[in-house]
DNA sequence: CGTAGACCCTGCGCGC
DNA sequence: TGCGCGCAGGGTCTAC
């Protein structure tokens, strides 16, 4: 489900409902995530803390509180977090529900954040902030290729290209290689192919400095275009308010094996790379 | 050493 | 209708 746009589409839909206010009781339901969910450890560092800011790190959403503490959440394949009023009814696969004082939102009802994740391959924790980025869930991640803030520089294609320096194999795992650049999942990488008309089983070693700068431009854009659209809804995407995402009628591969590229009409293919679907036009990426 | 594949888990849509 | 199969937006570990 959530790639860069889609956490960033939920980062911005629940900061103006967060910030200020103050996480009450934390219920933790199920133990087992991808990581065993500590339960104490969440309400013990989160329970009376008021929140500071809401941020995020690749497709990690961050909740930093007061106290030195940010709390963490991945949304694996199938996670969500949605603001819910107390007397919802709870929903199945509801492992951990925080509860809000009241606050900003229109009638005070939405009480509750919820994490919701059927798969089970998300995440929750608790980590110093200060010394989140040493974190081993952190320390290996690579460039953000939209910027969070007008210090961070966007990627470009010299960049990209000294990255893949010395480096092999296909150009669509490489995009998805988060140890160089972080929020590019399998959609993406996808779709900022097409758009820059690279085959994704092209090794790195052979595109040229042109080529990269165009891919980092399609990289950027697509994503940036995606978060304007509010994410992509493929099954079940959706932001903190429960709204879904439209980028999915914009997209011109993914998901579209045997449908007629909208540039040359040709159908467009699905390949397996690493046990992952690739679309791409065969006409239009070379 | 880097890269490719298996695996974690549940749910859904499809074809038979 | 019911069932089995393949597939799903991620990340990590292991075996080459």
């Given at each position: 489900m959530p790639e860069l746009p889609e956490v960033e589409t939920l980062r911005r839909s629940l900061e103006p409902v967060l910030v200020g206010r103050t996480f009450t009781r934390v219920m933790a339901r199920?133990?087992?995530l991808r990581e065993p969910l500590d339960g104490a450890e969440l309400a013990r560092r989160l329970e009376g803390r008021r929140v500071l800011a809401v941020r995020r790190r690749a497709k990690y959403l961050l909740i930093d509180v007061e106290g030195g503490t940010t709390f963490v959440v991945h949304l694996g394949m199938s996670g969500r977090m949605v603001l819910a009023a107390a007397d919802d009814p709870p929903e199945l696969h509801e492992h951990l529900v925080l509860g809000l004082d009241e606050?900003?939102?229109?009638?005070?009802?939405?009480r509750q954040l919820r994490f919701r994740d059927p798969r089970r391959f998300g995440l929750a924790f608790v980590v110093d902030t200060e010394t989140l980025a040493d974190d081993r869930h952190f320390a290996h991640l690579g460039a953000e290729?939209?910027?969070?803030?007008?210090a961070e520089r966007p990627i470009d294609g010299a960049w990209l290209r000294a990255q893949a320096e010395g480096r092999r194999g296909p150009v669509k795992t490489f995009l998805m290689d988060a140890t160089v650049?972080?929020?590019?999942g399998n959609i993406y990488a996808a779709e900022a192919l097409y758009r820059a008309g690279?085959?994704?089983?092209?090794?790195?070693?052979?595109?040229a400095l042109a080529r990269w700068r165009r891919l980092a431009e399609t990289i950027v854009e697509v994503l940036e275009d995606a978060i304007a659209e509010g994410g992509t809804t493929l099954n079940d995407f959706r932001d903190g308010a429960g709204q879904e995402g439209y980028f999915q009628v914009s997209l011109?591969?993914?998901?579209?094996?045997?449908?007629?590229?909208?540039?040359?009409?040709s159908p467009v293919r699905r390949i397996v790379q690493s046990n992952r679907s690739t679309f791409y036009c065969p006409q239009c990426q070379t």
């Open positions: 199920t133990p087992k606050g900003a939102d229109e009638d005070g009802r939405l290729p939209v910027s969070r803030s007008p650049l972080v929020g590019v690279i085959h994704p089983k092209r090794s790195v070693k052979r595109i011109a591969v993914y998901g579209r094996e045997g449908e007629p590229c909208r540039r040359c009409a």
